[in-house]
């Protein structure tokens, strides 16, 4: 099973930006997303499609349907320039997207 | 605070055998379930496998069955991943994760500790 992320994406600060992440039938698993900047390990920010994990900011929000999943930031700020991954489950082995690089300009 | 502690650096040759660890404190792990995630260097998250710290039941990656173990002493909260024979191409940081409650056998993965760099040079 694969998950298909774009590369890389930019945004302007204070913008929003999508990042999107495609699987076969995505829609019907749950997905989830972590934040990974340079040196340091990943932090989820979206579990369950759509949830926050508890000190994650309002910014981040999460979709899933059909066969994409998406991760929306709203007024992005420096701070968010990270690498992001999409990722589910599928006979119960995980899977991970092969990450995004987010450039805030 | 929920913590995942890893075991250090590890530089080894061809061939060698090479156990690492992770570690939890502030919390009890006994019924969760720890994932094992690899990254290459300059690449991506690949996911390993996990184990069920409540019984050890585990479940591996096709792309590392065979070549990896993955194993827990739930009394001392640990969790290994270990290889018989490592190669070069083992060469990554190696993550361990917590998924996020008891018996979630499906994560997500809520907590993470800080990765071990393993080398592998003649």
């Known amino acids: 099973y694969d998950l298909t992320q774009p590369p890389s994406v930019s945004v302007s600060p204070g913008q929003t930006v999508s990042i999107t992440c495609s699987g076969d039938k995505l829609g019907e698993r749950f997905a989830c997303w972590y934040q990974q900047k340079p040196g340091q390990s990943p932090v989820l920010v979206i579990y369950q499609d759509t949830k926050r994990p508890s000190g994650i900011p309002e910014r981040f929000s999460g979709s899933n349907s059909g066969n994409t999943a998406t991760l929306t930031i709203s007024g992005t700020q420096a701070m968010d320039e990270a690498d992001y991954y999409c990722q589910t489950w599928d006979s119960n082995t995980g899977v991970f997207g092969g990450g995004t690089k987010l450039t805030v300009l | 605070e929920v913590q995942l502690v890893q075991s250090g650096a590890e530089a080894k040759k061809p061939g060698e055998s090479l156990r690492i660890s992770c570690k939890g404190s502030?919390?009890?792990?006994?019924?969760?379930?720890i994932s094992w995630v690899r990254q290459m260097p300059g690449k991506g998250l690949e996911w390993v496998g996990k184990?069920?710290?409540?019984?050890?039941?585990?479940h591996y990656s096709p792309s590392f069955q065979g070549h990896v173990t993955i194993s827990a002493d739930r009394s001392i909260n640990t969790a290994y991943l270990q290889w018989r024979s490592v190669k070069a191409s083992d060469i990554a940081i190696y993550y361990c994760?917590?998924?996020?409650?008891?018996?979630?056998?499906?994560?997500?993965?809520?907590?993470w500790g800080q990765g071990t760099l393993v080398t592998v040079s003649s």
């Open positions: 184990i069920d710290l409540s019984d050890s039941k585990t």
């Open positions: 994760a917590r998924h996020s409650a008891p018996g979630f056998t499906y994560g997500p993965f809520d907590s």
């Open positions: 502030g919390h009890s792990f006994n019924n969760y379930w």
